[in-house]
């Protein structure tokens, strides 16, 4: 078993490596040029790389461009040598309840402080990838065993469902934009049934419910056609003045998951879990699935940052992975919320872990040399085997 850490800088790219099968744990980058080199060449080199493996599946943790931009050049390459036999992702598609979420994730990425260049909508372009390029997908969600080795702690559809309710209502309630709300739930569930056909039990539904499902650039159009109504972009403004935090909705849904068994090599990855949920998880707040006492290899929660700290170290685990390049916000206080937390390093390093960080240069624990006792530094490579 070994994990192979990309340097794709501020995004994600982990291969889970072992002689029978490997899983790819997200794929992208929210930068443009990596180690001073166009992403795409980057991209080209790990696509490559995993053209090597012959049965691979892949996991997205969830629906932001620094966890799938680079799938979705794959994607748009149509290169048939890194085809997966399984796509992963959280279970937001199998009941109709939970188009209210999706709602929630499209309107994430239209909003100013989205982070998204052009205003591109991740979860809608996802959708259009997989309509163009067929694949099998299975939904995950807490408990749910599968690989034959792992199993999910997060998402918990059931707290998601509350926290999308308390949003979605407060939205939908209010007349100005109960009109809208109703077209993008429709919208939504249109994009649901879309995911849900492309898994086991969607495909066992009537061929009539098969045949309703068009092709890509229908939806495209009537995406562009919502976005044009008026009252639509009254709702994005109001979001904007108001700053409603869409936003987290992308990190509430993100998969967590851990071996299913415990034992030496026990893997636990945290995709960009909220702070909250990672305490709830800790806490092993429903009594189902308490973490393990011990871990090889933990991949920490969004890159590093400051604002998803968690402290690891009653785990003692052996190895850390910080996926934590630099992102060039649009402004120093973006930036600075965007760097890797001091508390992974310098006084707080735990002790006997072997640090691996894809860059030093956006590290708050880095001056004049790394302060943690064991490190490894990905760049200028573009990646590491653990």
């Known amino acids: 078993m070994k994990v192979r850490m990309y340097n794709v800088g501020f995004g994600d ?21 990596i180690e001073g080199r166009p992403r795409r060449e980057i991209f080209d080199l790990i696509i490559s790389d995993l053209s090597t493996i012959s049965s691979k599946n892949l996991l997205l943790t969830h629906f932001h461009m620094d966890h799938l931009s680079g799938l979705l050049y794959m994607m748009k390459k149509k290169d048939i040598s890194v085809d997966f036999g399984k796509i992963y992702l959280p279970d937001v598609f199998s009941k109709k309840e939970m188009s209210r979420t999706l709602v929630l994730l499209l309107l994430a990425d239209l909003l100013k402080e989205s982070g998204l260049p052009s205003r591109q909508v991740s979860l809608f372009a996802l959708v259009d990838a997989l309509l163009e390029n067929k694949q099998n997908v299975e939904l995950l969600s807490r408990g749910k065993l599968f690989e034959n080795k792992y199993q999910a702690l997060w998402p918990d559809v059931d707290v998601i469902q509350k926290e999308t309710d308390e949003v979605y209502d407060q939205l939908s309630k209010d007349e100005r934009f109960t009109e809208v709300m109703e077209v993008l739930l429709e919208f939504a569930e249109k994009l649901r049934k879309i995911i849900w056909s492309m898994t086991e039990e969607g495909k066992e539904q009537s061929e009539e419910e098969q045949e309703k499902i068009s092709l890509a650039y229908v939806y495209d159009r009537e995406f562009r056609r919502i976005k044009a109504i008026s009252k639509f972009k009254d709702l994005l403004n109001y979001l904007n003045e108001n700053k409603v935090n869409l936003r987290q909705f992308k990190h509430k849904i993100s998969i967590i998951f851990q071996n299913a068994h415990d034992g030496e090599l026990n893997l636990l990855f945290t995709g960009d879990a909220q702070p909250e949920h990672m305490k709830m998880i800790a806490e092993n707040y429903d009594g189902k699935l308490p973490l393990y006492e011990h871990y090889w290899c933990i991949k920490v ?17 052996e190895n850390m992975l910080i996926s934590n390049g630099i992102h060039f916000a649009n402004s120093k206080k973006e930036s600075k919320e965007l760097r890797t937390s001091p508390l992974y390093g310098g006084l707080f390093y735990i002790p006997d872990t072997h640090m691996y960080c894809s860059n030093c240069d956006c590290c708050d624990s880095y001056e004049n040399g790394c302060s943690c006792k064991e490190a490894d530094v990905i760049s200028p490579a573009y990646y590491k085997d653990i």
């Open 13 to 33: 790219c982990f291969c889970l490596r072992d002689r029978k099968k490997s899983l790819l744990v997200d794929f992208g980058t929210n930068n443009s040029r």
């Open 301 to 317: 929660p969004h890159h590093g940052t400051q604002g998803h700290y968690f402290d690891f170290s009653r785990y003692e685990p």
